[in-house]
């Protein structure tokens, strides 16, 4: 099992930034790929970026050029700095992991609020 637990949410002006953390713990050796996903009000889950074992990364078309997913091995954890945040990144951000070898298996942290606003 692997654990996730986010932080580094809040309220933000539009323009800031902020720096969302993920740390993992448990079975993190079973850990294939780790990404952020983000929830807005009335709407559903989505992909924000990823990041592979291998250090390959992905952000969603929304975020690119603002948003940088990244990792700390030493420390297990996760990042996303969020640079230019506008109203509508406006969400409960989640952590999330892959794991396994032939089948996957999906954890998810318990989200943090993130609120950009005047």
């Known amino acids: 099992q692997v654990q996730l637990v986010e932080s580094g949410g809040g309220l933000v002006q539009p323009g800031g930034s902020l720096r969302l953390s993920c740390a993992a713990s448990g079975s993190i050796f079973s850990i294939n790929a780790m990404g952020w996903y983000r929830q807005a009000p009335g709407k559903e889950r989505e992909l924000v970026a990823v990041i592979t074992n291998g250090g390959s990364t992905y952000h969603a078309d929304s975020v690119k050029g603002r948003f940088t997913i990244s990792r700390d091995n030493a420390k297990n954890t996760l990042y996303l700095q969020m640079n230019s945040l506008k109203p509508e990144d406006t969400a409960v951000y989640y952590c999330?992991?892959?794991?396994?070898?032939?089948?996957?298996?999906?954890?998810w942290g318990q989200g943090t609020q993130v609120t950009v606003s005047s």
């Open positions: 999330h992991a892959e794991g396994g070898v032939v089948t996957t298996t999906s954890y």
